[in-house]
Every structure is written in C-alpha cells, then in structure tokens.
C-alpha cells in the first residue's frame, strides 16, 4: 500500500499516481484488483450512487457507510474519504468529532477538505490532531451554488495566482496532497512544479503528478452526462442492461431457471410425504 512518503516519492521520481473514486465493496474490490494506487471514497456518491443532483445533501453518515463497505473491499489500498459538505465548517468541536467519525471507522489513511480560505485553519488542526488531509482547489462542487455551477475555475490571470497561493498555503498547512478540478492546464503544471505534495487532477490536463476520475465515468455507469474532462475505458451499465434484458426475456419464456438451477428431493423423501404408489 502506498503511504504519503512513497506518494511524494512517486511524484519525486515522475511515476504518475493512478486515483479513482469507489464507493462500496465490489467497486473497491476491482479497483485495488486493477491496481489503482489512491483510491477516494468521493461525495460524488450522493450523485452517482444516490440520485441527488449535487453533492450537498449528502451527510457524514453516507460517508461512513460507504467508506466502510469500500475499506472492506479495498483492505490494501491508500484510502481518501472526502469530509461532506457543511461537515467541517462552523465550531471546531463539531469539526473534529465528524472528522474523527470518518477517520476512524472507515479505516482511511487520509480525509479531503474542498477549499482554502477558512479551511486552511481546519486543515492545520486535524492534521495537528493526526489526521492526513488532502486539500481540494479548483472546482469545489460543494460550493456549486457559490461558484455559478460546474465551471472551469482559475481562467483569469488574478485567479490563477489567488489559485496558486491557495495551493502553497494548503501545502504549508500540512496538507499531503492535493487535488484540482476543473482549472487550465497551464496552471495546473504551474502549481504542480512548484509544490512539494503530490498534485493529483480532474479537468486539470496531463501535467499533474496524477489523475482521478469517477469510478461511473470511467466504465460508463449510469445514464449521467459525462464531463468534457472523463474518458470512458468500459461500457458497464449497457453490458449491464443487456444481461438483464436477457434475464427478463428468459424468466417470461421460461427459459431460466434451467435444470442445473434447481434442488431436487430424494425419491424416498417424495414417497414418505405423498405416500407409496
Ligand atoms: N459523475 C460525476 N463526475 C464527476 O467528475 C463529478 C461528479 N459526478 N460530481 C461531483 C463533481 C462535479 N463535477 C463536474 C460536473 C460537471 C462538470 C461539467 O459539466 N463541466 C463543463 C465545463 C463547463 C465550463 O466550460 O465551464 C464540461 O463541459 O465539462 C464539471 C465537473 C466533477 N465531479
Ligand atoms: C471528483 C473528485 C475529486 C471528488 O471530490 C469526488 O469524487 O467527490
Ligand atoms: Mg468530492
């Protein structure tokens, strides 16, 4: 399993990080049996696995049952759980009783915190309270509303450089890696040169230390409008929905179960019940 030294140390020597979001034991599963080195158990769930059209609603409740049922899956892999939105803003106590919630149930060997700002305070303390924390800049889907939607982030000359000190305070506020959504490619190879932590990207371009994805983005499950940024690598949710197709069919037909399906009574067992002919 890779450990934040060995992160670094990839980084350090250009081996790229390969991180994918997973959300419950089989995805988990496959994921670390592809060999995934990061794996994030995003609140993209809310999303893809739930159904909401944000990731807002989801709670500190969710990431624990998820993260729990990919810990299981995944028993060898470096494990980020993402905090939920509104989970570590407002008192500390509040903060640091979610965060240790996560941290210690789902077995993670980091959180992520979307932001910088305010946030930077919380990253330096739960770090200080010996919690790995992975920064979040870019894109901040938790702030949706705040930002006008899903938007390509840091375009203007000022928001880059806002961007880039955002980047080397989370560095400095102890944060062991980070990931940047949605911004240029020109700044994301920016802040990754100039940043010791490995820098992972989503919509950032190729000059990262790594990639993430979505794990439903990436086999194409589920019928959700894909982004600019995902390539998808599988058909999942069509291959899906053909063995099902094929399942309906032959329950109506009465072509499944077959023979080999079924569990027969001994002879003398059908003789003792009806009695002998
Ligand atoms: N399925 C899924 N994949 C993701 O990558 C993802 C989620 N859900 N949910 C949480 C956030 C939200 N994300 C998103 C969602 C949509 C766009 C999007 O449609 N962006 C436009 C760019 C708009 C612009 O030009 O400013 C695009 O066309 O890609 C981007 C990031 C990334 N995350
Ligand atoms: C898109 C990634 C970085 C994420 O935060 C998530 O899946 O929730
Ligand atoms: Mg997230």
Redesign the pocket.
């Known amino acids: 399993m890779e450990n934040t030294a060995s992160l670094i140390k990839m980084k350090k020597q250009g081996n790229k990080i390969a991180m994918l979001t997973a959300y419950d034991y089989p995805s988990a599963k496959i994921a670390q049996a592809a060999g995934v080195d990061v794996l994030l158990v995003?609140?993209?769930l809310g999303?893809?696995v739930l159904g909401y059209d944000s990731?807002v609603k989801v709670t500190v409740e969710d990431m624990v049952h998820h993260g729990k049922a990919a810990r299981r899956g995944a028993t060898d892999t470096f494990l980020v759980v993402d905090m939920p939105f509104g989970s570590f803003h407002g008192s500390w106590d509040r903060t640091l009783e979610n965060a240790m919630r996560i941290f210690q149930e789902t077995n993670a060997q980091a959180l992520k915190l979307e932001g910088a700002g305010e946030v930077l305070e919380v990253t330096r303390k739960l770090v200080g309270a010996g919690i790995p924390i992975v920064a979040h800049l870019g894109?901040l889907?938790q702030s949706?509303a705040v930002l006008g939607?899903?938007?390509?982030q840091g375009k203007t000359a000022s928001a880059a450089k806002q961007l880039i000190e955002d980047a080397k305070a989370c560095e400095a506020a102890g944060a062991c890696m980070l990931v940047l959504?949605?911004i240029p490619h020109q700044l994301a190879e920016q802040v990754t040169q100039e940043l010791t932590i490995p820098v992972i990207g989503?919509?950032a371009g190729s000059e990262t230390d790594g990639q993430v994805?979505?794990y439903?983005?990436t086999v194409k499950y589920?019928s959700?409008?894909?982004?600019?940024?995902?390539q998808s690598y599988a058909e999942a949710g069509e291959t899906m929905q053909q063995g099902l197709s094929q399942y309906v069919e032959e329950v109506k037909s009465g072509a499944f179960p077959k023979e080999q399906h079924r569990f027969t009574m001994k002879e003398e067992e059908l003789e003792q019940l009806y009695g002998s002919k």
């Open positions: 995003g609140d993209s999303m893809v990731t894109l889907p949706a939607g899903y938007k390509v959504e949605c989503i919509g994805l979505v439903h983005d589920g959700h409008h894909l982004p600019k940024f995902v």
